[in-house]
């Protein structure tokens, strides 16, 4: 596998480190060698692992898929977070969580491994398949899609549907899925947006993105790149209001510009060149300031970014160094 949902436009494989961000990887990962031994594990670790060691050492050094068997399979499924971590996460039964990104998780590693799987991917996803076409486990999370944070569901659907497609079980829903992604209102997140065109891709039907993207994109210029979403427009989907966002700031994310310029490749020439410009002056900044990475504060996707700094974000940073944003076929 050379390519994740989470960091497009990139081939993992080709990504050249910039040295600050490779010492950054190596430390990340020394640090967390404690972790994995007494079982304090989530599957976003294992992914993040995998794929810094793929780009530190050109292959898959620790065993993650048997730290995942041990510490985050239960019954069969892939969970997200293991015993040890859940319940420090949240001192209660909660822990317990199958859900479309841990099982994505499991099978994208297995497939960067070139590992049989004892599995069943197509059924774990087809069994959280809701009447509506959406996907996620309501078990875990009963909250009604009209409160349910934008950039989770349209990624959850992104990531069945990469593993439906990758097992025939995609085609038979075409029309159902077609229909639910093109009648989903603009959202106004370059995360949500990037996961609605992939899942569009997975269909071939990019053309079903809604033809007013080039608004999020150039609402969404911040710092030196780009950021996920624009704060003072942001609206609170329970109450339908304006947030409180005065002490927000925006700050520019190396991953939103992956999403940025997958979104801009499916625009316009003038779209295009004005986020290639963007983009390669956010790598050109980068260049000169490796570690002027903010951590990525995206809530709705479950990847520990918290208050501190992502392997992806540092991966993301070294990759729209290293080449042409749009280089890579989407």
């Not at 050109?58 to 969970?79: A, N």
């Not at 993207?213 to 790149?225: D, H, I, N, Q, S």
């Not at 903010?294 to 208050?307: A, L, S, W």
Request: charge should be negative; aromatic fraction near 8%.
């Amino acid at each position: 596998m050379n390519e994740h949902i989470f960091l497009p436009t990139l081939d993992i494989r080709r990504v050249v480190l910039l040295p600050e961000h490779k010492a950054w990887l190596e430390s990340w990962l020394r640090e967390i060698e404690p972790d994995i031994e007494r079982g304090d594990v989530a599957a976003s670790m294992c992914l993040q692992g995998v794929i810094s060691e793929i780009l530190l050492h050109q292959r898959v050094v620790t065993d993650w898929i048997g730290v995942m068997e041990e510490y985050l399979t239960r019954d069969g499924k892939p969970l997200a977070y293991s015993e040890q971590y859940g319940k420090r996460l949240y001192e209660f039964a909660f822990w317990i969580q199958c859900e479309v990104h841990a099982i994505h998780a499991r099978w994208w590693i297995e497939q960067a491994c070139g590992a049989s799987s004892s599995l069943d991917f197509r059924a774990l996803i087809e069994d959280l398949i809701q009447p509506s076409g959406w996907m996620y486990n309501p078990q875990v999370s009963p909250t009604g899609m009209r409160t349910r944070m934008k950039s989770e569901y349209l990624m959850s659907l992104a990531m069945g549907m990469e593993i439906l497609k990758a097992y025939g079980g995609l085609e038979e829903r075409r029309t159902h899925l077609e229909g639910l992604l093109s009648a989903e209102p603009l959202t106004g997140y370059l995360s949500a947006e990037h996961f609605r065109l992939f899942a569009l891709r997975l269909l071939g039907s990019p053309k079903l993105a809604p033809a007013t993207l080039p608004r999020v994109l150039a609402a969404c210029e911040a710092g030196e790149g780009y950021c996920d979403f624009d704060v003072s427009a942001k609206i609170d989907d329970y109450m339908g209001v304006a947030k409180r966002t005065a002490r927000d700031i925006p700050v520019h994310s190396a991953l939103s510009a992956l999403h940025a310029a997958s979104l801009a490749s499916s625009g316009n020439e003038d779209v295009q060149a004005r986020v290639a410009g963007r983009v390669r002056h956010f790598s050109d900044h980068i260049k000169s300031e490796p570690m002027d990475i903010q951590p990525f504060r995206m809530r709705e996707i479950d990847v520990p970014f918290g208050t501190g700094l992502s392997p992806l974000e540092v991966i993301a940073a070294s990759g729209i160094t290293c080449g042409d944003p749009f280089s890579v076929p989407l």
